[in-house]
């Protein structure tokens, strides 16, 4: 891998970290879109985002939770049901088109945008 990609992925990772320590969520659609801007296959990319968010989420849950700013009784609680989601959607992952991939991402994040705003 050569300086300039090296230094585009660190931005990347940077950008997604920011976003995903400061909001709780975002990370993983920042590399998703970094990911797809190297023009890598939707799959793939979703993949990739995926794994990355996983991090994400370890780190951000143990900081929240360590600061008392998340309650480890309602994450103990919500876990196994993401973790079965995230495995049923890692099954459908490959199965589905690419445009299938970016229509479902766009309504998700239409809905929980408008959620956010609602509420």
């Known amino acids: 891998m050569d300086g300039k990609k090296k230094a585009y992925w660190l931005v990347v990772g940077a950008a997604a970290g920011l976003i995903n320590g400061l909001l709780g969520t975002g990370g993983g659609l ?30 951000s849950a143990a900081t929240y939770t360590g600061a008392g700013r998340a309650d480890a009784m309602l994450l ?37 945008g408008a959620l956010m705003i609602l509420f």
């Open 76 to 112: 103990v609680a919500v876990v196994p049901g993401m973790a079965l989601g995230g495995y049923l959607g890692s099954k459908l992952l490959g199965r589905l088109p690419g445009r299938t991939l970016k229509l479902l991402l766009g309504a998700s994040l239409a809905a929980s």
């Open 30 to 59: 920042v590399v998703l879109l970094g990911v797809l801007r190297a023009k890598e296959p939707q799959a793939g990319a979703h993949a990739a985002a995926t794994a990355c968010a996983l991090l994400f989420t370890l780190l």
